[in-house]
Each structure stands twice: as C-alpha cells, then as structure tokens.
C-alpha cells in the first residue's frame, strides 16, 4: 500500500468546464477496474477520501470537489439537487457507463438522488454516515457554529474541532488540511447549505433505488444518529447495513482500511 501525499493532493486535479463556464475539479486515479465515484460530505473535498485511496487499488476512483466546495466554482444554487446535475454532467463528460457510487455524508445524500435519476447506469450504493432527512437541530452546538461563523474564516476555530470531531485518532496533519479547506468556504455557503437541509427529505427518492445498496453508519455518530440511521434504511428497505461499533460520522478517516474491507466484500459481489 502506498502512502499519499496530503501537499500534492490538490496538484492532480483536473478541471470540466461545465455548460455554464464554471469549473468543477475532481481526481481521476484511472485504471481498467471498475468504476467507484465517490462523493464527499458538507464542507469536504476529494481529500476526504485521501486516507481510504490506497485500500480500493484496482478501482478506477472518480472523486469530485463538490460545487461550492475545494476547486470547484459556487454554482447557483446550493441544493442537493443543483449539485447532483454537475455530478451527472461529470460522469457523463467522463464517459462512464456504468460505476459504484460511494457517497458520504452529503455525499451520500447525493448518491441516493444519482441512483434514484440513473439506474441503469449506477451499478451499486454504499452511503456512509447517510440520512434521507438532514435537517440539524435548532438549538444545537454544531448548529450554532455553523451559524456563527463569518468571513473570514479562521481554520483554527475551535470550532472545527467539534465539526471534525472523531472518537479514534486521526493524522492531525490530515485534519489540518481538511479544516483549511473547509475554511476556505465563505460563511454564505455554509450558512446556504445548511438551509437547504432545512426542508430536504429524500425518502421518495431512496424509496426509488432499486441497485444494490449498502449502509455503513458509525455507533457514535453525533451527527446523524441512530434515528437518522433507522430512517435511511427504512427508505432504502432492500438494503444491507453495517455499524461500526465505536465510530463516529467519518468511519473512513478513522479507520480507511476496516473501510475499505466493508467495501471491497459489497463490491466483489456487486461486480462478479
């Protein structure tokens, strides 16, 4: 297994232009394997999946900056929707015929919206930490944050420790960069988002997927918690699920190779 390099991260990315001038940046790992488009959460990157590259060599890894987010242009708008348009103009600029989303988090929430659109062309699912209704409580410590925050955005707000926040160890440098980029974000976008999660409820579209699915959550995921959890696969009723005992809402920092494992066994089936 090789180590990645967290300071090159951002140099192999490439840029779509997309129909409207803007620019949406993703990696492209390439290879003749099957095809995994991995999605990353709210505030994320491509980086987000940095730890999780070197478990699932012999895939082909297509992971994109969501719009808003690390390369990518702010489109206009800030729905879970808006974004899965650019994922669809990217797998379709790509030419992917058929792959396996990975979504997590947002991620995830926009796999499910990508799987309920393309299901002929979406071979299989994997939501990590997902929900069908993401809206976050009022009154609530990440909620205030979240709110709190205004430009310019400090990557040393403690606040990122919450929002980032996992009950194993993660590398510290990864972590670092990961809060420079959601820093990187202006308040508007954060604050844009989180209110389109207000009123999101994707429980018709997951109810829509018929592709093979598999739910990983973590036990102590703070976040969408085990009633988020219940809601999903109650939605995606055909689905398998995994918990992981002990971990949080980011399974794939904390421990990419037990991950990766998971994975690996749901795809060996869903590509046979």
Sequence with gaps: MSIVDQDGWTARKRMLRLTDGRSLAYIDTGGSGPTLLLLHGYSDSSRSF???????????????????HGGS?????????????????????????????????????????????????VAALVTISGTVRPAFPQRDPVTD?????????????PFFDLWHACPHPVDPCFLALISREAAAMSAEIWHGILVCFSTLDLT???????MPVLCIGGSEDLLFDAGHRLALEDALSKAQSVLMEGFGHNPHWE??????????????????
């Design 50 to 68: 940095s730890l999780l590259e070197p478990w699932l060599c012999g895939y082909r890894l297509v992971i994109p900056d969501l719009p808003c």
């Design 145 to 157: 944050g979240i709110l709190g925050l205004c430009d310019p955005i400090d990557p040393g707000d």
């Design 204 to 210: 018709e579209a997951a109810v829509q997927v018929r």
């Design 73 to 121: 242009a702010v489109g206009a708008g800030m729905t879970v929707v808006d974004f899965t348009d650019d994922i669809v103009a990217l797998t379709a600029a790509l030419s992917v015929e058929r792959f396996a989303v990975i979504g997590h988090s947002m991620g995830a929430m926009i796999g499910i919206d990508l799987a309920a659109r393309l299901p002929d062309v």
């Design 255 to 272: 421990d990419p190779e037990k991950v990766s494992v998971i994975l690996r066994d749901f795809f060996h089936v869903t590509f046979a």
